[in-house]
Protein backbone atom coordinates (compact mmCIF):
# COMPACT_ATOMS: atom_id res chain seq x y z
CA UNK A 1 0.00 0.00 0.00
CA UNK A 2 2.99 2.23 0.90
CA UNK A 3 4.20 1.82 -2.60
CA UNK A 4 1.45 2.39 -4.63
CA UNK A 5 1.04 6.22 -2.68
CA UNK A 6 4.71 6.68 -3.65
CA UNK A 7 4.16 5.84 -7.11
CA UNK A 8 1.21 8.35 -7.05
CA UNK A 9 3.53 10.85 -5.29
CA UNK A 10 6.29 10.10 -8.39
CA UNK A 11 3.39 10.58 -11.11
CA UNK A 12 1.87 14.15 -9.01
CA UNK A 13 5.73 15.97 -9.04
CA UNK A 14 6.12 14.90 -12.29
CA UNK A 15 3.21 16.61 -14.15
CA UNK A 16 4.15 19.74 -11.79
CA UNK A 17 7.02 19.98 -12.80
CA UNK A 18 6.18 19.51 -16.56
CA UNK A 19 3.73 22.54 -15.75
CA UNK A 20 6.45 24.75 -13.85
CA UNK A 21 8.99 24.07 -17.43
CA UNK A 22 5.87 25.30 -19.11
CA UNK A 23 6.09 28.15 -17.48
CA UNK A 24 9.81 29.03 -16.93
CA UNK A 25 9.90 29.17 -21.11
CA UNK A 26 13.00 31.95 -21.78
CA UNK A 27 13.75 34.26 -24.53
CA UNK A 28 16.37 31.37 -25.91
CA UNK A 29 13.66 29.08 -26.08
CA UNK A 30 11.48 31.39 -28.51
CA UNK A 31 14.24 32.55 -30.77
CA UNK A 32 14.92 28.36 -31.14
CA UNK A 33 11.06 27.62 -31.72
CA UNK A 34 11.27 30.57 -34.06
CA UNK A 35 14.53 29.39 -35.79
CA UNK A 36 12.56 25.65 -35.96
CA UNK A 37 9.98 26.70 -37.41
CA UNK A 38 11.17 29.27 -39.88
CA UNK A 39 10.34 27.65 -42.92
CA UNK A 40 6.82 28.22 -42.24
CA UNK A 41 7.85 32.14 -41.40
CA UNK A 42 9.29 32.72 -44.39
CA UNK A 43 7.19 30.57 -46.75
CA UNK A 44 3.76 32.89 -45.19
CA UNK A 45 6.14 36.10 -45.63
CA UNK A 46 7.16 35.50 -48.85
CA UNK A 47 3.82 34.49 -50.20
CA UNK A 48 1.91 37.46 -48.77
CA UNK A 49 4.19 39.88 -49.39
CA UNK A 50 4.64 38.70 -52.84
CA UNK A 51 0.27 38.91 -53.34
CA UNK A 52 0.81 42.87 -52.12
CA UNK A 53 3.32 43.08 -54.48
CA UNK A 54 1.09 41.72 -57.24
CA UNK A 55 -2.03 43.68 -55.78
CA UNK A 56 -0.40 47.11 -55.70
CA UNK A 57 1.00 46.50 -59.33
CA UNK A 58 -2.37 46.10 -60.84
CA UNK A 59 -4.71 47.99 -58.10
CA UNK A 60 -6.02 51.08 -60.86
CA UNK A 61 -4.88 53.82 -59.30
CA UNK A 62 -6.57 56.46 -57.57
CA UNK A 63 -5.70 60.30 -57.77
CA UNK A 64 -7.04 63.16 -55.39
CA UNK A 65 -6.98 66.55 -55.79
CA UNK A 66 -8.15 69.15 -52.64
CA UNK A 67 -9.57 72.82 -52.44
CA UNK A 68 -9.42 74.64 -49.40
CA UNK A 69 -11.74 77.11 -47.82
CA UNK A 70 -12.24 79.13 -45.11
CA UNK A 71 -15.65 80.54 -43.97
CA UNK A 72 -15.97 83.98 -43.80
CA UNK A 73 -18.52 86.22 -42.30
CA UNK A 74 -18.79 89.71 -43.57
CA UNK A 75 -19.95 91.30 -39.82
CA UNK A 76 -17.56 89.59 -38.17
CA UNK A 77 -14.29 88.87 -40.02
CA UNK A 78 -12.62 85.60 -40.49
CA UNK A 79 -14.77 82.83 -38.21
CA UNK A 80 -12.70 82.04 -35.36
CA UNK A 81 -12.33 78.10 -34.47
CA UNK A 82 -13.23 77.91 -30.68
CA UNK A 83 -12.04 74.27 -29.11
CA UNK A 84 -15.35 72.43 -28.05
CA UNK A 85 -14.32 72.42 -24.05
CA UNK A 86 -14.67 75.83 -24.71
CA UNK A 87 -17.66 75.98 -26.57
CA UNK A 88 -20.13 76.54 -22.85
CA UNK A 89 -17.95 79.74 -22.03
CA UNK A 90 -18.60 80.97 -26.03
CA UNK A 91 -21.44 82.95 -24.65
CA UNK A 92 -19.62 84.71 -22.14
CA UNK A 93 -17.00 85.67 -24.02
CA UNK A 94 -18.92 87.34 -27.06
CA UNK A 95 -18.42 84.75 -29.37
CA UNK A 96 -20.55 85.05 -31.92
CA UNK A 97 -20.86 81.43 -32.88
CA UNK A 98 -23.76 81.52 -36.12
CA UNK A 99 -24.50 78.54 -38.21
CA UNK A 100 -22.19 79.69 -41.20
CA UNK A 101 -19.86 77.06 -41.26
CA UNK A 102 -22.60 74.09 -40.79
CA UNK A 103 -24.34 75.67 -43.63
CA UNK A 104 -21.09 75.55 -45.97
CA UNK A 105 -20.59 72.11 -45.33
CA UNK A 106 -24.75 71.43 -45.22
CA UNK A 107 -24.31 72.49 -48.66
CA UNK A 108 -20.84 70.57 -49.46
CA UNK A 109 -22.50 67.54 -48.81
CA UNK A 110 -26.01 68.04 -50.55
CA UNK A 111 -27.32 66.11 -53.29
CA UNK A 112 -28.44 69.18 -54.83
CA UNK A 113 -24.69 70.31 -54.90
CA UNK A 114 -23.60 67.11 -56.51
CA UNK A 115 -26.39 66.54 -58.82
CA UNK A 116 -24.90 69.95 -60.20
CA UNK A 117 -21.56 68.71 -60.48
CA UNK A 118 -22.20 65.53 -61.74
CA UNK A 119 -24.74 66.58 -64.57
CA UNK A 120 -22.35 69.50 -65.79
CA UNK A 121 -19.07 66.79 -66.16
CA UNK A 122 -21.16 64.00 -66.61
CA UNK A 123 -19.35 61.58 -64.20
CA UNK A 124 -21.59 58.94 -64.29
CA UNK A 125 -19.12 56.87 -66.67
CA UNK A 126 -16.56 56.98 -63.94
CA UNK A 127 -19.43 56.41 -60.75
CA UNK A 128 -20.46 53.58 -62.53
CA UNK A 129 -17.48 52.42 -64.85
CA UNK A 130 -18.80 48.36 -64.86
CA UNK A 131 -21.85 49.56 -66.63
CA UNK A 132 -21.17 52.25 -68.54
CA UNK A 133 -21.66 51.33 -72.52
CA UNK A 134 -19.26 53.71 -74.49
CA UNK A 135 -21.62 53.88 -77.49
CA UNK A 136 -24.90 54.43 -76.24
CA UNK A 137 -23.50 56.99 -74.01
CA UNK A 138 -25.88 55.02 -71.47
CA UNK A 139 -25.83 52.96 -68.25
CA UNK A 140 -26.58 49.35 -69.66
CA UNK A 141 -29.33 48.05 -67.21
CA UNK A 142 -32.88 47.72 -67.74
CA UNK A 143 -35.04 50.62 -67.75
CA UNK A 144 -36.17 49.82 -64.47
CA UNK A 145 -32.91 49.08 -62.38
CA UNK A 146 -31.22 52.77 -63.99
CA UNK A 147 -29.99 54.78 -60.61
CA UNK A 148 -32.64 57.99 -60.00
CA UNK A 149 -30.45 61.67 -59.57
CA UNK A 150 -30.65 61.52 -56.52
CA UNK A 151 -29.33 58.00 -55.84
CA UNK A 152 -26.18 59.06 -58.55
CA UNK A 153 -25.58 61.55 -56.35
CA UNK A 154 -25.39 59.84 -53.20
CA UNK A 155 -23.41 57.30 -54.38
CA UNK A 156 -20.66 60.52 -56.15
CA UNK A 157 -20.96 61.84 -52.45
CA UNK A 158 -20.08 58.28 -50.52
CA UNK A 159 -17.29 57.07 -52.74
CA UNK A 160 -15.89 60.02 -54.61
CA UNK A 161 -15.92 63.21 -52.29
CA UNK A 162 -14.36 63.92 -48.95
CA UNK A 163 -15.17 66.99 -47.10
CA UNK A 164 -12.92 67.06 -43.84
CA UNK A 165 -13.33 70.80 -41.33
CA UNK A 166 -10.20 71.15 -39.54
CA UNK A 167 -11.44 72.45 -36.61
CA UNK A 168 -8.13 73.82 -35.18
CA UNK A 169 -7.89 76.35 -38.27
CA UNK A 170 -11.51 76.56 -39.60
CA UNK A 171 -10.40 75.50 -42.62
CA UNK A 172 -12.94 72.92 -44.87
CA UNK A 173 -10.89 70.75 -47.30
CA UNK A 174 -12.63 69.52 -50.41
CA UNK A 175 -11.49 66.70 -52.13
CA UNK A 176 -12.27 64.38 -54.36
CA UNK A 177 -10.87 61.08 -55.70
CA UNK A 178 -11.16 59.65 -58.87
CA UNK A 179 -9.58 56.43 -60.73
CA UNK A 180 -7.39 56.94 -63.56
CA UNK A 181 -7.97 60.99 -64.05
CA UNK A 182 -5.70 62.73 -61.88
CA UNK A 183 -6.80 65.82 -63.73
CA UNK A 184 -10.57 65.06 -63.53
CA UNK A 185 -10.29 65.31 -60.07
CA UNK A 186 -8.99 68.77 -59.77
CA UNK A 187 -11.69 70.33 -62.30
CA UNK A 188 -14.32 68.23 -60.42
CA UNK A 189 -13.00 69.51 -56.65
CA UNK A 190 -12.86 73.60 -58.38
CA UNK A 191 -16.29 72.86 -59.53
CA UNK A 192 -17.50 72.13 -55.89
CA UNK A 193 -16.47 75.11 -54.71
CA UNK A 194 -18.02 77.31 -57.68
CA UNK A 195 -21.08 75.41 -57.13
CA UNK A 196 -21.14 76.24 -53.43
CA UNK A 197 -20.62 79.64 -54.33
CA UNK A 198 -23.61 79.44 -56.91
CA UNK A 199 -25.67 77.95 -54.37
CA UNK A 200 -25.28 80.58 -51.47
CA UNK A 201 -25.74 83.27 -53.75
CA UNK A 202 -28.92 81.33 -54.85
CA UNK A 203 -30.42 80.12 -51.75
CA UNK A 204 -32.11 82.27 -48.94
CA UNK A 205 -30.38 81.18 -45.60
CA UNK A 206 -30.22 83.59 -43.57
CA UNK A 207 -33.87 85.86 -42.27
CA UNK A 208 -31.91 88.87 -43.88
CA UNK A 209 -30.86 87.43 -47.42
CA UNK A 210 -34.87 86.59 -47.09
CA UNK A 211 -36.23 90.00 -46.16
CA UNK A 212 -33.79 91.35 -48.76
CA UNK A 213 -35.43 88.42 -51.85
CA UNK A 214 -38.85 89.68 -50.67
CA UNK A 215 -38.13 93.46 -50.88
CA UNK A 216 -36.67 93.17 -53.90
CA UNK A 217 -39.58 91.55 -55.77
CA UNK A 218 -41.74 94.33 -54.02
CA UNK A 219 -39.50 97.19 -55.60
CA UNK A 220 -40.16 95.28 -59.03
CA UNK A 221 -43.92 95.30 -58.66
CA UNK A 222 -43.52 99.25 -57.32
CA UNK A 223 -41.45 99.70 -60.48
CA UNK A 224 -43.72 98.24 -62.92
CA UNK A 225 -47.11 100.01 -61.15
CA UNK A 226 -45.01 103.71 -61.14
CA UNK A 227 -44.17 102.99 -64.98
CA UNK A 228 -47.75 102.04 -65.65
CA UNK A 229 -48.74 105.19 -63.86
CA UNK A 230 -46.42 107.56 -65.63
CA UNK A 231 -47.77 105.79 -69.08
CA UNK A 232 -51.32 106.80 -68.11
CA UNK A 233 -50.53 110.48 -67.03
CA UNK A 234 -48.75 110.95 -69.96
CA UNK A 235 -51.38 109.45 -71.95
CA UNK A 236 -54.05 111.67 -70.44
CA UNK A 237 -51.63 115.02 -70.93
CA UNK A 238 -51.04 114.03 -74.86
CA UNK A 239 -55.16 113.71 -74.76
CA UNK A 240 -55.51 116.78 -73.39
CA UNK A 241 -52.36 118.51 -73.92
CA UNK A 242 -52.24 119.55 -70.29
CA UNK A 243 -48.79 120.44 -68.83
CA UNK A 244 -49.68 122.53 -65.50
CA UNK A 245 -53.28 121.89 -65.22
CA UNK A 246 -53.64 125.01 -62.89
CA UNK A 247 -52.10 126.82 -65.29
CA UNK A 248 -53.81 126.03 -67.82
CA UNK A 249 -57.41 126.63 -65.90
CA UNK A 250 -56.14 129.97 -65.03
CA UNK A 251 -54.73 130.72 -68.87
CA UNK A 252 -59.16 129.47 -69.70
CA UNK A 253 -60.44 131.75 -66.85
CA UNK A 254 -58.38 134.46 -67.53
CA UNK A 255 -59.20 134.78 -71.61
CA UNK A 256 -63.34 133.90 -71.20
CA UNK A 257 -62.99 136.76 -69.24
CA UNK A 258 -61.29 139.40 -71.37
CA UNK A 259 -63.44 137.90 -74.21
CA UNK A 260 -66.45 138.47 -72.28
CA UNK A 261 -65.28 142.12 -71.30
CA UNK A 262 -64.52 143.31 -75.10
CA UNK A 263 -68.13 141.65 -76.44
CA UNK A 264 -69.79 143.49 -73.71
CA UNK A 265 -67.57 147.08 -74.57
CA UNK A 266 -68.32 146.24 -78.08
CA UNK A 267 -71.87 145.64 -77.76
CA UNK A 268 -72.18 149.24 -76.05
CA UNK A 269 -70.59 151.40 -78.44
CA UNK A 270 -72.88 149.53 -81.47
CA UNK A 271 -76.12 150.42 -79.44
CA UNK A 272 -74.55 153.81 -78.81
CA UNK A 273 -73.91 154.10 -82.87
CA UNK A 274 -77.63 152.84 -83.97
CA UNK A 275 -79.07 155.61 -81.84
CA UNK A 276 -77.04 158.05 -83.67
CA UNK A 277 -75.90 156.56 -86.79
CA UNK A 278 -77.84 154.86 -89.62
CA UNK A 279 -76.88 150.89 -89.93
CA UNK A 280 -74.84 151.28 -92.68
CA UNK A 281 -72.41 153.00 -90.81
CA UNK A 282 -68.97 151.55 -91.31
CA UNK A 283 -67.96 151.70 -87.71
CA UNK A 284 -70.83 150.09 -86.71
CA UNK A 285 -71.12 147.48 -89.62
CA UNK A 286 -67.31 147.31 -88.04
CA UNK A 287 -68.44 146.44 -84.32
CA UNK A 288 -70.80 143.73 -85.57
CA UNK A 289 -68.51 141.41 -87.33
CA UNK A 290 -66.43 141.73 -84.14
CA UNK A 291 -69.16 141.32 -81.64
CA UNK A 292 -70.07 138.11 -84.13
CA UNK A 293 -66.37 137.06 -83.91
CA UNK A 294 -66.12 137.28 -80.34
CA UNK A 295 -69.41 135.56 -80.22
CA UNK A 296 -68.10 132.47 -81.98
CA UNK A 297 -64.32 132.37 -79.71
CA UNK A 298 -67.08 132.31 -76.70
CA UNK A 299 -68.55 129.05 -78.21
CA UNK A 300 -65.17 128.05 -79.31
CA UNK A 301 -64.10 128.08 -75.61
CA UNK A 302 -67.27 127.19 -73.93
CA UNK A 303 -67.57 124.07 -76.22
CA UNK A 304 -64.09 123.48 -77.59
CA UNK A 305 -63.21 122.76 -81.10
CA UNK A 306 -61.09 120.29 -82.36
CA UNK A 307 -57.87 120.90 -84.84
CA UNK A 308 -56.27 117.87 -86.65
CA UNK A 309 -52.92 119.70 -87.37
CA UNK A 310 -53.28 120.56 -83.03
CA UNK A 311 -53.88 118.02 -80.00
CA UNK A 312 -56.26 120.21 -78.06
CA UNK A 313 -58.22 122.96 -78.47
CA UNK A 314 -57.30 126.18 -79.94
CA UNK A 315 -58.77 129.51 -79.42
CA UNK A 316 -56.93 132.00 -81.67
CA UNK A 317 -54.62 132.10 -84.46
CA UNK A 318 -51.25 131.57 -82.20
CA UNK A 319 -53.00 127.67 -82.12
CA UNK A 320 -52.65 128.96 -78.40
CA UNK A 321 -53.49 125.33 -76.24
CA UNK A 322 -56.37 125.82 -73.80
CA UNK A 323 -58.67 123.44 -72.25
CA UNK A 324 -62.43 124.24 -73.04
CA UNK A 325 -64.34 125.66 -70.07
CA UNK A 326 -67.24 123.10 -70.23
CA UNK A 327 -64.76 120.28 -70.38
CA UNK A 328 -62.64 121.59 -67.00
CA UNK A 329 -64.52 120.28 -64.01
CA UNK A 330 -63.85 116.43 -65.94
CA UNK A 331 -60.43 117.48 -66.88
CA UNK A 332 -59.41 118.87 -63.51
CA UNK A 333 -61.34 115.59 -61.77
CA UNK A 334 -58.73 113.05 -63.70
CA UNK A 335 -55.74 115.05 -64.03
CA UNK A 336 -55.60 115.39 -60.02
CA UNK A 337 -56.69 111.79 -59.94
CA UNK A 338 -53.67 110.41 -62.49
CA UNK A 339 -51.17 113.31 -60.71
CA UNK A 340 -52.48 111.75 -57.18
CA UNK A 341 -51.93 107.76 -58.42
CA UNK A 342 -48.40 108.79 -60.06
CA UNK A 343 -47.19 110.18 -56.48
CA UNK A 344 -47.98 107.50 -54.76
CA UNK A 345 -46.75 104.94 -56.61
CA UNK A 346 -43.42 107.66 -56.72
CA UNK A 347 -43.79 107.76 -52.93
CA UNK A 348 -43.97 103.71 -52.97
CA UNK A 349 -41.23 103.28 -54.93
CA UNK A 350 -39.13 106.28 -53.26
CA UNK A 351 -39.84 104.06 -49.36
CA UNK A 352 -38.89 100.42 -51.03
CA UNK A 353 -35.83 101.45 -53.11
CA UNK A 354 -34.73 103.03 -49.29
CA UNK A 355 -35.93 99.50 -47.86
CA UNK A 356 -33.99 97.43 -50.02
CA UNK A 357 -30.62 99.22 -49.05
CA UNK A 358 -31.11 98.73 -45.29
CA UNK A 359 -31.72 94.64 -46.03
CA UNK A 360 -28.86 94.70 -48.68
CA UNK A 361 -26.72 96.37 -45.44
CA UNK A 362 -28.41 93.62 -43.50
CA UNK A 363 -27.83 90.91 -45.43
CA UNK A 364 -23.63 91.86 -45.44
CA UNK A 365 -23.46 91.84 -41.91
CA UNK A 366 -25.21 88.09 -41.79
CA UNK A 367 -23.91 86.89 -45.10
CA UNK A 368 -22.27 83.48 -45.54
CA UNK A 369 -19.44 83.00 -47.77
CA UNK A 370 -15.58 82.01 -47.95
CA UNK A 371 -12.69 82.42 -49.14
CA UNK A 372 -10.84 80.14 -51.32
CA UNK A 373 -7.27 79.62 -49.85
CA UNK A 374 -6.10 77.06 -52.28
CA UNK A 375 -7.95 75.97 -55.86
CA UNK A 376 -7.47 72.17 -56.53
CA UNK A 377 -4.64 70.46 -59.29
CA UNK A 378 -3.99 67.79 -61.36
CA UNK A 379 -1.74 65.62 -58.53
CA UNK A 380 1.32 64.03 -60.11
CA UNK A 381 1.27 61.35 -57.93
CA UNK A 382 -1.31 58.58 -57.11
CA UNK A 383 -3.16 59.22 -53.88
CA UNK A 384 -3.80 54.85 -54.03
CA UNK A 385 -2.94 51.70 -53.72
CA UNK A 386 0.33 52.98 -51.25
CA UNK A 387 2.28 50.41 -52.64
CA UNK A 388 4.98 50.97 -49.83
CA UNK A 389 2.40 50.46 -47.45
CA UNK A 390 0.76 48.39 -48.56
CA UNK A 391 4.14 46.06 -48.94
CA UNK A 392 5.55 46.71 -45.49
CA UNK A 393 1.88 46.26 -44.04
CA UNK A 394 1.84 42.91 -45.65
CA UNK A 395 5.39 41.56 -44.81
CA UNK A 396 4.89 42.99 -41.19
CA UNK A 397 1.22 41.41 -40.67
CA UNK A 398 2.71 37.73 -42.20
CA UNK A 399 5.43 37.58 -40.04
CA UNK A 400 4.16 37.98 -36.67
CA UNK A 401 0.98 35.63 -37.96
CA UNK A 402 4.04 32.99 -38.95
CA UNK A 403 5.78 33.37 -35.67
CA UNK A 404 2.00 33.33 -33.80
CA UNK A 405 1.43 29.67 -35.97
CA UNK A 406 5.16 28.82 -35.17
CA UNK A 407 4.52 28.56 -31.85
CA UNK A 408 0.51 27.31 -31.70
CA UNK A 409 1.87 23.98 -33.92
CA UNK A 410 5.22 23.76 -31.03
CA UNK A 411 2.76 24.07 -28.50
CA UNK A 412 0.48 21.46 -30.15
CA UNK A 413 4.06 18.97 -30.43
CA UNK A 414 4.61 19.53 -27.19
CA UNK A 415 1.25 18.48 -25.65
CA UNK A 416 1.90 15.95 -27.64
CA UNK A 417 4.79 14.40 -26.49
CA UNK A 418 3.56 15.71 -22.73
CA UNK A 419 0.34 13.17 -23.32
CA UNK A 420 2.88 9.89 -24.53
CA UNK A 421 5.25 10.81 -21.93
CA UNK A 422 2.54 10.53 -18.98
CA UNK A 423 0.73 7.43 -20.64
CA UNK A 424 3.72 5.69 -21.25
CA UNK A 425 4.79 6.67 -17.24
CA UNK A 426 1.74 5.36 -16.61
CA UNK A 427 1.64 2.05 -18.04
CA UNK A 428 5.09 1.37 -16.80
CA UNK A 429 3.87 2.16 -13.33
CA UNK A 430 0.93 -0.42 -12.94
CA UNK A 431 3.04 -2.61 -15.11
CA UNK A 432 5.42 -2.52 -11.68
CA UNK A 433 2.46 -2.58 -9.06
CA UNK A 434 1.44 -5.24 -10.50
Given amino acids: MRGVEEKEATLESRKHSGIQDQEEIDLFELLGIIWKRKKLIFALVFVVTALAVVYSLIATPVYRASAKIIPVSSGRGISIPIPGELMGFAGLLGANLGGGDNIIKAVLNSRELAKTVVQKYDLKRYIYPNI ?84 EEQVKIAKANLERAENEFREFQEKYNVVAMDKQMEESIKLYAELVGMLSEREVRLGVLRRITTPDNPEAVSLEYEISELKRKLRELEEGQKNKAVKGYIL ?119
Fill in 132 to 215: WDEETGELKVSSEKIPQEDEIAETFLKNFVQIVDQKRDGVIEISVLFPKHATLSAIVANEMVYSLQNILNQKAYTNAKRNRIFI
Fill in 316 to 434: DPTKKIIIPIERVPDVALEYIRKRRELEIQNEIYKVLLTALEKAKIDEAKEDISFQVIDYAYPPSHRFKPKRKLIVAASFASSALLGIFLAFVIEAIDRRKKEGKTVVSGEQKDQSSLT
